[in-house]
């Protein structure tokens, strides 16, 4: 409560201010998902909380932009995870496949579970498709793409305003220019609409969006430019700043992070300006001024990388990332 009342008083007064003090993070479990899959590398993980305990999604097959790149999915129950079961693939016909991209879990109000993900040879000419499950993630739909000049989430998990609009934090890349907006869609996943963001001198994408009081929100976005970058709504989300730097380096990896109840902000991220062997939590309480509570991986050399974090209704945080393009590591934890 004493964290939630200063974040809520430095929201409303428009004021900066510096982290009250460090929280102990305790860590409940700390793990691989699999120890052996049918595919040699992986990436780019999701969660999502279900009725039928933690669900986590990533990409795998032989290496990132093969053909028989596939998605993936695994359940945390009872204290074990399940063997990865392949939920979606590029298939088109008898000859000819594409690779499949970062998967997004997500669940709408009425507590159907969907699945985002992207199809197509690259980055730059992929699109944005989805599978929707009324089971809690065990059998999913066909794949329904999103309308043409939308993409859906491209890494992080999108969020459902209070009026039912479901926010996606959404990029593209083109001609070697990288640029992030805002999509949103009706909680039926119909409606579509793009939002623009001025990305002003940065190259940015991915965006993660962090949530405050009376309707201002934040999208931390990896970038070009050797920083994370930031830009507010104060509208709910229908206009936004110019993307200005956090001032937090960082190495153009993915990023992800999360609002809790408390209303303290959560950060994974890779904080050094190269390399991807050092993975960090970060904590503010403004959006502004950010600490790092936590070193996940610190070591010589690795990649430890493109993270998923959320908050279950119990209050702990769960989160997976990355580890050397071969396994999904996963880590459950409490702020004490």
């Known amino acids: 409560m004493f964290y939630s009342i200063i974040f809520f008083l430095a929201l409303i007064t428009n004021q900066q201010i510096d ?6 993070v305790k860590i409940l479990k700390s793990e691989f998902i699999y120890e052996s899959a049918p595919f040699p590398s992986c990436h780019a993980s999701t969660l999502l909380e279900t009725e039928d305990g933690i669900l986590a999604s990533w990409f795998g097959g032989s290496y990132e932009r ?38 997004v879990l997500f669940k709408t109000n009425d507590g159907k579970t969907v699945l985002y993900y992207k199809e197509g040879p690259n980055p730059r ?24 000049g939308m993409l859906g989430p ?12 479901i926010l996606y934090g959404s990029s593209f890349e083109t001609n070697g220019i990288w640029s992030m907006h805002i999509e949103t869609s009706d909680q ?24 405050y009081p009376i309707g201002k929100l934040q999208l931390l976005a ?12 104060m509208d709910g989300g229908k206009t936004w700043s110019t993307v200005e730097s956090t001032g937090l380096v960082h190495n153009n990896s993915g990023i992800d992070a999360v609002t809790l109840k408390s209303g303290i902000q959560l950060l994974l991220c890779n904080p050094i300006k190269d390399g991807r062997n050092k993975l960090s939590l970060m904590m503010s309480i403004d959006g502004i001024n950010w600490d790092e509570i936590y070193v996940l991986e610190d070591q010589p050399k690795g990649e430890f990388s493109y993270p998923a974090i959320i908050q279950a209704k119990d209050g702990s945080v769960h989160l997976t ?16």
């Open 222 to 233: 990896r970038t070009q430019e050797d920083v994370i970058g930031s830009t507010w709504s």
């Open 125 to 148: 000419e992929w699109w944005g498709l989805y599978k929707t499950s009324e089971d809690e993630g065990k059998t999913w739909s066909k794949a329904i793409q999103i309308p043409p």
């Open 188 to 211: 039926n996943l119909e409606n579509w609409k793009k939002i623009e963001i001025d990305n002003g001198t940065f190259h940015a994408i991915q965006p993660t969006i962090l949530q």
């Open 19 to 24: 982290p009250i003090e460090k929280p102990q």
């Open 321 to 336: 990332y990355t580890y050397n393009r071969e396994k999904i590591k996963y880590v459950s934890l409490t702020l004490e």
């Open 66 to 103: 093969h053909p028989d790149v596939s998605i993936y999915t695994s359940r945390l129950k009872n204290g074990n995870w399940s063997t990865p079961e392949m939920v979606a693939d590029g298939v088109e016909n008898e000859v000819f496949r594409n690779p499949t991209w970062n998967p």
């Open 154 to 165: 491209v890494k992080n998990k999108p969020i459902s305003l209070p009026d039912g609009t």
